[in-house]
Structures are given as C-alpha cells and as structure tokens.
C-alpha cells in the first residue's frame, strides 16, 4: 500500500493507473476506521481493480461549535487497517494541501439540506460537496462508496454527481451495526459507559416502528411520536429530530408510501447519534 499525502503525487499515479485501464474504488473517509468503513472498502476491493482510501479531517464542513478538534484521530492503526483490507492507495492530505488558500471557490448545495442534519448544520452540505467535489477530481474513480448511515449525504451526494456530471458511479452500502443495533459510528468510543448503554433504544425505536408500519399504521406524526416516547422513557438523550420523508428527494410525507426514510438524531452530552430506516411500500 502507497500512503500519498501530495495532490499532485495522487493524481499522477491514478492518471498512470487508468492508462493502464484499472478501475478505481474509492472510499472516502475522515479516518478512525470502524467496521462499516471497513465493508465499504471490501465492497470496493471485489468490485475494482484498485482501491483508494481517503483519510482527511474536513474542516469546512464542522460548524464553529462542532467537534473538529476533538474528533477522533489514529493514523497508525487506520493505517494497519488500509493495508490489512488491501487499499492500494491510503491518500492522507493536510488541510494546508487540501485549502492551501482561502477558497475562491464553494459549492453551494440548493436542495435537500434545509431537513434533517442540515437543517441544524447550516453549511455541513457545502463542505462535504466541496471536499466530496475535490477528492473526486483528485482520485477520479470509477466507483464511489459511501455508507447509507449518512443517508442525507447519500441524497446529496447523488444531486452533486448527477447535477455537476461526474462520470462516477455511486455506490450505497447498507448501515453495520454493533450485536446491540447500535449503528457503527467513529463517535460511538466518546460515549460514556452509561450513554453506550442507552444508545441501542435509537435503532429499537426504529424497529418498533417499522413493526407499527407492518401492522398497518401509515401516519407520520403517529410513528414519529412512537419513536419520541421509546427515546425520552429510555435514554437521558436529548432528541435532535426524528422525522419521516420521501428518499431521496426529503420532501415531507403525512401518510407513508412508496420509498421514505426515518431518520433521526440524538445527543447524549457532546456526542450525537444519528440513524435511519429507508422502508419502500
Ligand atoms: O462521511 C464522511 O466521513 C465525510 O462526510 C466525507 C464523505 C469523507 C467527506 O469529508
């Protein structure tokens, strides 16, 4: 495994690899691996010729008073990772590579950040674009693949693929979870003891959800308040949202159907969970 940590260095070995006509896996990532980056990369080795893996902390999309600094950081062991799962590539930028001036240049997300994280991470969306939009002309893959836990990311993402003709595929894989249901997150190790208890009510209330839908029940605010009470009963953490709407354009729906999405968010002290049910009817 190559670790590059050059723009110009990466693009010159893929610019080689492609002439060589190599197909590009590519996981972008901001690091302290955990298994569900870990599926996505073993989805990418069986479905590339080469793989790449970024690591890179993004600060345009942390709000001021957002976790950057203390989000959680290990190169070394994700590099023993990389190199166990085979990446050819481990591309690990500085932010001074990556915005080595003020950027003259953003991107700008129209739609489907005004609901959910977005609606309570005003420019999460245009960061992640932004550095999503860079990584994608610095590596050029063939194949892009992101978890569908960050599903609102997942939508965004598509929009900026489609929107701004990036000749990629997307590739959306399904949420891995602890034996408990907890959604696999970098996050979940800032828990306390207690919080981590707790923090399995988030998929159980989605569960008994999607039990009440196959019993027939279709309204959102219903379901939703289903979700609340679970929450509020059992866990000290304070709810963010929990909302339904149609995937992936995150319209609001009152009666279910179709394909839609309940997601939610929690925060338990500084840390906060999300996780989501994507159901068709
Ligand atoms: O999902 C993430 O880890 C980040 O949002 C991404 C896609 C690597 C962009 O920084």
């Not at 039990?211 to 289903?226: C, H, M, P, W, Y």
């Not at 729906?253 to 997601?263: M, S, T």
């Amino acid at each position: 495994m190559k670790v590059i940590t050059s723009v110009k260095d990466m693009q010159a070995e893929i610019i080689q690899q492609k002439i060589l006509g190599k197909s590009i896996g590519f996981v972008p990532t901001m690091g302290f691996l955990h298994e569900g980056h870990l599926t996505l990369i073993k989805n990418a080795r069986k479905e590339n010729d080469l793989v790449v893996l970024s690591i890179f902390v993004n600060p345009l999309q942390f709000g001021p008073k957002e976790d950057f600094s203390t989000y959680p950081r290990d190169f070394e062991r994700d590099r023993a990772l990389a190199e166990s799962e085979q990446v050819d590539y481990l591309f690990y930028p500085a932010v001074d590579e990556m915005y080595p001036n003020v950027p003259s240049i953003k991107v700008t997300v129209q739609e489907r950040t005004d609901v959910l994280c977005g609606k309570s991470r005003p420019g999460h969306f245009d960061g992640v674009a932004t550095v999503v939009t860079k990584l994608f002309n610095i590596v050029m893959p063939t194949r892009a693949y992101f978890g569908k836990k960050d599903a609102q990311q997942v939508a965004v993402i598509e929009g900026l693929v489609s929107d701004l003709n990036f000749p990629i595929q997307l590739v959306a894989v399904d949420i891995v979870r602890e034996k408990d249901g907890l959604a696999k997150s970098s996050r979940n190790v800032n828990l306390s003891s207690e919080d981590r208890k707790q923090a399995p009510v988030l998929y159980k209330s989605l569960c008994a959800a999607k039990k009440a839908i196959e019993n027939g029940e279709r309204d959102s605010v219903k379901l939703t308040s289903l979700i609340q009470e679970m929450i509020i009963a059992q866990t000290s953490g304070e709810i963010d949202y929990v909302e339904i709407f149609s995937y992936p354009q995150l319209q609001p729906i009152e009666k279910i159907e179709g394909r839609f999405i309940i997601a939610l968010a929690v925060k338990f002290k500084n840390v906060r969970l999300i996780d989501n049910l994507i159901m068709d009817i």
